[in-house]
């Protein structure tokens, strides 16, 4: 399961403290950044690709629909507004959970959590098997073999080479080519034999 | 809690006990009594203030150095670093190189396991001396020479300007961290168990430390060295427009 990605865009140093307090309690929660309005928000957000927006409600004073602005620098990203104590703002319709500010901790702990299981729900459970194909280019990385050798052995593009390994990266979470050789010998996908006789 | 020079050094420890391995890359050894920072740097002859910033640096990811970098000598940084790159070289990685030695299987096929993370380790180990080595033999000897050309008051020639090194080694500071990463996702996720487990424990426990004492490491790097470095070759740059 791939942690939800949050950003929290807040100028107040104490309430940013906060949110990153809340936020280490949720599980399967990852603060990335904790932003000021200063820097280009887009920016951010095309960086670091979050999926969740947290931010104060001044910044809608500042920049009245900057709810469309962040929904179209991401698509399906949730935005979640901190308002004052009990007030009632016109374009709460817009945000996908307002957070009032005197809420208790359980209380935004329990929205939280409801908002990252709607997100988990959307994603697609990936588990760590590889594919046929996918096991066909451990091998041949375990060997040692190039991008392009692979490819020619294969019958398929370097391209397609490179997103398999992307994915087999991803799925193993090994990322150095001598861990991955580890993990083949391990699940006896190749044999230390047929390494030794390469080198 | 950060530190500061009135800090009990006792009170540091029992606080944040990951400090332990800095306070002893300064040559501080225990029994420190109630004295503060400022009195234990006072008898060992170590610069207070660097000690509290490269403690703060080690208990706090998110600290940023306060005090004026231009207050250290490139060469204090950097006799730290060496400590450091000692301790890593002649003792972290060997302990850890023992403790997989130690590592035992039940049956004689699973033994071939130990082989495999043996020489895993000693890819990983080999990486790291070429990247110390590398820091040691061009990076440290080229912060120093730039100190002493600022010192001097050294014109150089535009040639020389040219070859500064400092922002590339900002950029290609590299990550030797991720064998490490690789070795733990390993351990924890595939290999089959050892017969002797608190071995095998023991053996994540100290790749876990070393990762965190090298991301430490690397944080003074890019926080007090780089930046300081790049300061000076500004200035040189400086003295050599007018």
Known sequence: MTNIRFLVVEKSFIIRQGIKTILHDLSNAELIEAADYSSSLENIIEQIRPSVIIFNHKLLKQQPDIYQILKAAKENVKLVLIKGPNKKLDNEKFFDLCIDIDSAKSQIIKELNDLIEELKSNQIEETSDLSDREIDVLKLVAKGKSNKEMADMLFISTHTVISHRKNIIRKLNIKSVAGLTVYAILNRLISEDELNNIS | ?242
Not at chain 2, 32 to 45: A, H, L, S, T
Not at chain 2, 54 to 82: A, C, G, M, R, W
Not at chain 2, 124 to 131: A, C, D, F, Q
Not at chain 2, 203 to 229: G, Q, S, T, W
């Open chain 2, 1 to 242: 809690m950060l530190i500061n020079k009135y800090t009990k050094l006792s009170d540091v420890i029992l606080a944040r006990y990951n400090c332990m391995p800095v306070i002893l890359r300064f040559g501080i050894p225990f029994g420190f009594g109630d004295k503060n920072v400022e009195e234990i740097c006072r008898q060992y002859q170590i610069d207070a203030d660097f000690f509290t910033e490269i403690i703060n640096v080690f208990i706090d990811e998110d600290y940023f150095p306060q005090t004026h970098l231009q207050e250290f000598s490139v060469k204090t940084i950097i006799d730290f670093l060496l400590k450091s790159h000692r301790d890593y070289r002649d003792r972290k990685i060997p302990y850890i190189e023992k403790l997989i030695e130690s590592l035992e299987w039940k049956s004689p096929e699973a033994q071939k396991n130990k082989s495999l993370i043996k020489n895993f380790f000693r890819e990983y180990k080999n990486e790291v001396i070429e990247h110390l080595a590398f820091e040691e033999k061009e990076i440290y000897p080229y912060a120093l020479r730039m100190e002493e050309f600022l010192q001097k008051k050294i014109q150089l020639k535009e040639e020389e300007i040219s070859k500064f090194l400092m922002n590339s080694y900002e950029e290609q500071h590299d990550d030797i961290e991720e064998k490490l990463l690789d070795l733990k996702n390993i351990m924890i996720k595939y290999l089959p168990p050892a017969s002797n487990l608190d071995v095998e424990q023991m053996v994540l426990f100290e790749i876990f430390r070393l990762e965190k004492d090298l991301n430490n490491h690397a944080r003074i790097e890019e926080k007090v060295l780089i930046p300081k470095v790049k300061w000076i070759e500004k200035q040189l740059k400086t003295i050599n427009n007018l």
